[in-house]
């Protein structure tokens, strides 16, 4: 039997996605199927950008139409990312997922984290902004090499900065001397962290990264008052010091009911030019974190000289060297998290999948 269009779309319905347990067919996820000779060209709906799903789909299609005859298989992968529970007094409407990169402890390399990962998502090929809450101590500006004053056009929102695509909003654009402490009370940093959400044109966002201040301070707090977020990063490194103050921002997200989606251990290792692997703080620190966290450990980030190279010179290393072994432990990371989410969504959605994404949803656990 020939190969026609129908069979192609048939077998390649017939896979099951990893992420949902479902068929493509069940999720609708095949939107074409087209057979030019020995050729099929597809293309396949995901949950995400960046997801593991992709190469598990991918190798599989290529092995069922390879039996049915296909010497070639061109798989198009687009993606309608799953959206957070949105209200009607929601600030950010548009934006899909928002996702706070947060630790207890000053120093883990928090900014570091959210700004590759910030970048990976977008080469992946979601829409990401980054938002800078880092009120006193804001480090984005530096990191993506972004200068200059937002400017507001009908004088009513404000228009982020943007740097490789992704819409960039921090306090540092505000500052006339970037040196100058910002010495604010609570109801101030408040009021900036709302306008920040509420005023600033984000439009259609997949992703909104938050970089947090480390502590359990107002700006949590405040954070989970104003937006439903679609969960937390905590971002450790190893040692036993920092985990005291982790644990306390773990404490924190489960008593405001933020879902921790999973920890990061920053600084794992280090490996020297010879090729020997130096666990310079310590192990387990990531783990441990984790396990009271109840969430998975997403990923552990050895160190490499070239993350503060080019953070220095406002190019994350994502961006800079994406071929590099640093930036793909970044990319592992954005896939893992990435997957998180869509399974937390999808079982806030009962395991379906709307075609066009549902507006509100139960609240997640």
Request: proline share 6%; charged share 20%; with cysteine.
């Amino acid at each position: 039997m020939a190969l026609s269009n129908e069979i192609a779309r048939s077998a390649l319905e017939s896979l099951v996605d990893p992420l949902s347990n479902k068929t493509l067919g069940e999720l609708r996820a095949v939107k074409r199927a087209d057979v030019a000779g020995s050729t099929v060209h597809a293309e396949v709906e995901l949950f995400s950008h960046a997801s593991s799903a992709r190469s598990v789909i991918e190798q599989g299609a290529k092995e069922k139409l390879g039996s049915l005859g296909a010497e070639s298989v061109e798989i198009t992968f687009t993606a309608n990312v799953r959206t957070r529970q949105v209200s009607g007094e929601d600030p950010c409407p548009e934006v899909k997922n928002i996702i706070l990169v947060m630790s207890g402890k000053g120093g883990v390399g928090k900014s570091t984290v959210a700004a590759n990962l910030t970048l990976a998502l977008h080469r992946a090929g979601a829409r990401v902004g980054l938002l800078d809450a880092d009120i006193y101590g804001p480090s984005v500006p530096t990191m993506l090499g972004v200068q200059g004053r937002p400017v507001s056009a009908d004088g009513k929102m404000i228009e982020p900065l943007e740097r490789f695509g992704v819409k960039i909003m921090s306090i540092g654009f505000l500052l006339d001397d970037p040196k100058t402490a910002v010495v604010w009370r609570g109801p101030m940093l408040h009021g900036a962290l709302q306008q920040f959400l509420r005023d600033v044109n984000w439009g259609k966002l997949d992703y909104l990264v938050l970089d947090l201040p480390p502590g359990t301070g107002d700006v949590a707090l405040t954070l989970s008052q104003q937006v439903k977020v679609t969960g937390a990063v905590i971002v450790t490194t190893p040692q036993e010091v920092a985990l005291i103050d982790v644990y306390k921002s773990i404490s924190m997200c489960q008593k405001l009911s933020i879902p921790v989606l999973g920890v990061v251990e920053n600084m794992s290792w280090f490996i020297d030019p010879a090729g020997n692997k130096h666990e310079i703080f310590g192990r387990g620190g990531g783990q441990k974190a984790a396990e009271h966290a109840k969430a998975p450990l997403l990923a552990q980030i050895p160190m490499d000289s070239l993350v503060r190279e080019w953070g220095d010179n406002g190019t994350p290393v994502v961006q800079a060297q994406p071929n590099s072994p640093i930036a793909k432990a970044f990319k592992d990371l954005a896939e893992t998290l990435s997957d998180k989410i869509t399974m937390e969504l999808n079982a806030a959605y009962g395991g379906t999948a709307p075609a066009d994404g549902p507006k509100r949803l139960k609240i997640l656990r």
